[in-house]
């Protein structure tokens, strides 16, 4: 079982950037796929991102191609998520979650909170305009 622990983020102003990051512990990260997601006040939880197992297939919203990077470091147990030309509605809590890489679809990944079985606690992001 793996635990998740999301930091990195903060009150920043429009333009700034942000590198958040998911320390990963009590399991072979390794073998799991990474997302983030994101709940802004009033919305439901949303994907934004997810990195396969290796590190080397990523996946994006939409919304936020070219704008969000994810990386993973497996010998660091990270997964970092740069977030460049924040704006005001980036604003959200920020969550990283895990599931069991067998377990899970790679074309696309998981893109659905409840196909995630491990969760952070989330890192507050709010952008000032």
């Known amino acids: 079982q793996v635990q998740l622990a999301e930091s990195g983020g903060g009150l920043v102003q429009t333009g700034d950037s942000l590198r958040l990051s998911c320390a990963a512990s009590?399991?072979?990260?390794?073998?799991?796929?990474v997302g983030w997601f994101r709940q802004a006040p009033g919305k439901v939880r949303e994907f934004v991102a997810a990195i396969n197992w290796s590190g080397d297939k990523s996946y994006y919203a939409d919304s936020v191609k070219g704008q969000f990077t994810i990386s993973r470091d497996n010998a660091e147990n990270t997964v970092t998520l740069l977030i460049n030309s924040l704006k005001p509605e980036d604003t959200a809590v920020y969550y990283c979650?895990?599931?069991?890489?067998?377990?899970?679809?790679?074309?696309?990944?998981?893109?659905?909170?409840?196909?995630?079985?491990?969760w952070g606690q989330g890192t507050q992001v709010t952008v000032s305009s």
């Open positions: 979650a895990a599931v069991w890489a067998i377990a899970a679809p790679t074309s696309p990944p998981p893109l659905h909170d409840y196909e995630y079985t491990y």
């Open positions: 009590g399991g072979t990260f390794s073998s799991y796929v």
